[in-house]
């Protein structure tokens, strides 16, 4: 039973590309969460996802930031125009939703923007 | 005021002491915690849940949750250094939509 898969495992990126993060949950899984956690921080909420919806986005940044969970494929987390401090640990998180449903996550992207 | 607050350490003890990790929170909604651990580099790992009043053991490890003064709390037995890693609290926030972390607390188990 595959866990959550994440990739790439390491992303390189000049200022001003687009950064595109993609997650697969753990079969049987319905609902993503993407967090991220900067050097000496801890863990930082950015978007959940259940397949086609958005159901909270409280933690994504107003702008450049995006995130979807297709019917079909991985969710993906996109940065248009990355800047330096968006080099980070993003990690994804998956689970079936239910009530004090825990959540196990995936190896995370380590995105360095240059 | 954060929303689930850690001590981040580092907190060092001794091989085959017992170490104890603390936690606070500030959503008097919150229902169900969490104790992950992280090692450098790697992605948290589920260790300890726990809903209820009272304490849950595991293995060498114990959580404890106190909802009347907001506080959850870990309890490593018997250390090893292999403990050794950054412990995350965490809380179901927001009506239980999202898992909220505390910022850690480095645990450093010397020989």
């Known amino acids: 039973n595959a866990g959550v898969m994440q990739n790439p495992r390491h992303l390189v990126r000049r200022r001003g590309q687009e950064a595109r993060l993609r997650c697969s949950p753990m079969?049987?899984?319905?609902?993503v969460y993407w967090y991220r956690q900067l050097p000496e921080e801890g863990l930082k909420f950015m978007v959940y996802?259940?397949?086609?919806?958005?159901?909270?986005e409280s933690g994504m940044p107003k702008e450049r930031f995006s995130a979807e969970f297709p019917k079909e494929g991985p969710s993906i987390l996109r940065i248009q125009q990355v800047v330096r401090g968006d080099s980070a640990a993003y990690f994804c998180?998956?689970?079936?939703?239910?009530?004090?449903?825990?959540?196990?996550f995936g190896s995370g992207t380590q995105l360095s923007v240059l | 005021q954060k929303e689930v607050e850690q001590n981040s350490g580092p907190l060092s003890v001794p091989e085959g002491a017992i170490a104890s990790l603390n936690c606070t929170y500030s959503?008097?909604?919150?229902?169900?915690f969490f104790w992950y651990r992280q090692y450098s580099g790697k992605s948290p790992e589920l260790i300890m849940s726990?809903?209820?009043?009272g304490d849950k053991e595991d293995g060498r490890f114990t959580a404890q949750l106190n909802k009347a003064s907001q506080y959850v709390s870990l309890l490593i037995r018997d250390s090893q250094p292999s403990d050794s890693a950054t412990y995350l609290c965490?809380?179901?926030?927001?009506?239980?939509?999202?898992?909220?972390f505390g910022t850690g607390t480095q645990l450093k188990v010397e020989l």
């Open positions: 998180a998956s689970s079936r939703g239910q009530e004090n449903e825990k959540l196990f």
């Open positions: 079969k049987g899984h319905s609902h």
């Open positions: 996802l259940q397949k086609e919806n958005i159901i909270d």
């Open positions: 959503d008097r909604v919150s229902q169900s």
């Open positions: 726990i809903y209820s009043n």
């Open positions: 965490a809380a179901l926030t927001g009506g239980g939509n999202k898992l909220t």
